[in-house]
Each structure stands twice: as C-alpha cells, then as structure tokens.
C-alpha cells in the first residue's frame, strides 16, 4: 500500500492510501468499486489530479524493529487513463496481477491513474526483506508462479528463510526425506542448464518436434535458469525410510516421501512469498536426475526432483491462474 498525495489548483493538500502497480516507466492506480460515497470522476483525487497534476506518491514499510524502515517518495505528473486506451488495459492487468482482489472489481470501466514518475528519493532498509504481513490465506492466494526476474541477488539469509519453512513440513515418520541444493554461481547454473538441456533436447526430439521449436524451448528454459538469481533443487533422501520386505509396501514409502516433498516445496513457496520474493516451480530434474547428481557433484543418493526459482518478479507478477470450482473438488459422502 501507498498514500497518493495530489493538490487543488489553489495548493490545498489531499492524502489518500492506495493499492499500486508499477510498470517500467509508470506507477498506476486504480479507482476501483470500493464503497465509495462519490462517482469515480468526483472524487478529489481525481478532481485534483485534473485540476493540478503534480502529484507525490509514499510506499513505507514499519516494523517493530527500527533497522528495517523505509520509504521511497515519488513526485511526478498524474494523467487519467480513459478505459478505451492500450495503455489503461495493461495497466489494467498489471494491478489484477498484483492484487487479486481486482480480478472480482469491474476496476475496468473506471479510469487509472497513471504517474509519470521524474523524481524519486528513498531512505532506510530497502534491501532488506519485508514481510507481505498478511495472513496464510491471503499467502496462499498471492502467490504465482513466476518466470522472469530482475537480477537484483537474494540475500543468503532469505535463502535460508524460505528452507527453513521447507524444513517444517510434514514428512512420513517425520523423517524428512529431503535435501535442499542451493545453486547460486552462474556456473553452477550453467553446468545444470547444460546437463538438463542435453537431455531434453533427446526427448523433444523423440516427441518429433520441429527444429525450431526444440531449439525455442531449450532457450526459454535456459534462460530461466541463468535468469533466477537463486536455484532450489530439491532432492529426496531415501536412506532414512522404513524397508520393508514387499515391494508394495516399499512403493508406498517411497510415495509418502514424494508427497512431502510437495509440502516441503509449497511451505519453501509461501515463505519465499510472504518474504517478498518470487518463485516458480520446474519439472525438469525428475527426468534426468542422473545427469543432475553428476553435473553438481551430488551425493548419489539424492534423487532430484524438482527446481524452484528465487528471485523478485521483473515487474509485477503475471495474473492469477484460474482455478477448478470447489464444487468440482469436493465429492461429499456425508
Ligand atoms: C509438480 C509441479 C511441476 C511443475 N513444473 C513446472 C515446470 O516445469 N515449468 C513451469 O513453468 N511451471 C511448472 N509448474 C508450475 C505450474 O505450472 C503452476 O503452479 C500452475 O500453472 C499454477 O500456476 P500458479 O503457480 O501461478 O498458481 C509445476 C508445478 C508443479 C506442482
């Protein structure tokens, strides 16, 4: 959240909080259904943006610990987007990513309010992380899988945040068949691009795949690779699961570890989340996970099963995507 401060023509301040989306060059906000006693075109942020367009714009973080502080202050020029213009519709789907909330409000109809932004100043903590202080369900709605970053780095401590989440997850007999690897040198990242890339390189290829769409796939998963400025590769560790002397049974436990490793890497997705980070989830080590253990140097006994991309989203991240009814999913025996 941020407060928007605009001015009359005659300099009479106003101060309104606001949701916000921010693009490259511009910070959007919408006038959205909330009750409102007042037409979208009557309200005084709208009549003053009109009337004046210099504007300010205040995102601050307060914590009960002082060393994590900040603000930033924008000041530029406001202009109201009409919904028949490009521009109102991207920004239109860029406040619904952030928010979804937006996705039920008909915010379309409604002008947004565009800043041009050409000042900025900030003070405090900016790096460190924040917390998105909301509660699980509204973590559980948030987050989105995210697959393009900026190359700003992960500190190694929010790393450990996030596996610190995985770490209390539910496992079988709470024995935690799992094991995290940690990829940050491009490198490294390299080495299991190249190693996974050879590999599903040979499958698409089997699958009869065009030249030209093998070669466009094998680049858009390298490039996620070398793009994310951390990589999870998440592992599981059998050693510590009971044998039995049946197969069936044996199946049975590898597949209670399989399912906690899925609750490891959701709790790893919600912390990453809740942190202020992004992240993304990709298959692609469980299909070649011998070429995995050999490019990192891994114990063998690990068997990787699955990649998860930290980072912070290259702009706002993507929308929402839509889910099955509950009435779909549930099947009552009452
Ligand atoms: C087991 C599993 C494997 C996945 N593999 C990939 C993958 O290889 N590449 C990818 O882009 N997304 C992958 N995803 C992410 C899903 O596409 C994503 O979670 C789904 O589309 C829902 O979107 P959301 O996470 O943004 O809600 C995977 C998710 C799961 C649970």
Known sequence: MARLATADAAGKPHVVPVCF?????????????????VRASDLKRVRNILENPEVALTADRYAEDWSLLAFVMVRGRAELLGPETDEHSGAVRLLRGKYHQYEAMRIEDNPVIAIRPERAV?????????????GVLDTIHGRRSVRRYLSKKVPKEIVEQVLEAARWAPS?????????????REET???????????????????????????RRLEGSR???????????????????????????????????????????????LAAYDLG??????????????????????????????????????????????????????????
């Open 21 to 37: 989306a921010l693009a490259r060059s511009s910070i959007f906000i919408a006038i959205d259904e909330k009750p409102k006693k």
């Open 122 to 134: 900030s003070w405090g903590a900016l790096d460190k992380p924040g917390s998105h202080d909301a």
């Open 172 to 184: 079988p007999h709470g024995r935690q068949p799992w094991r995290f690897a940690v990829l940050r």
């Open 189 to 215: 990242r390299e080495r299991l691009a190249d190693a996974m890339g050879e590999e599903w390189r040979v499958n698409l290829e089997m699958d009869g795949q065009s030249q030209e769409i093998v070669q």
């Open 223 to 269: 490039r996620r690779l070398m793009e994310a400025p951390v990589l999870v590769l998440l592992c599981l560790y059998l050693e510590d699961l009971d044998d039995y002397p049946d197969a069936e049974r044996r199946r049975g436990e590898i597949t209670m570890a399989v399912q906690s490793l899925g609750a490891a890497a959701q709790n790893a997705l």
């Open 277 to 334: 980070l992004d992240a993304g989830w990709m298959c692609a080590p469980l299909f070649c996970p011998g070429k995995v253990v050999e490019a990192l140097g891994l114990d063998p006994k690990l068997v990787p099963h699955a990649l998860l991309t930290l980072g912070y989203a290259e702009g706002d991240p993507p929308r929402r995507r839509a889910r099955r009814s509950l009435d779909e999913l549930i099947i009552y025996r009452d």
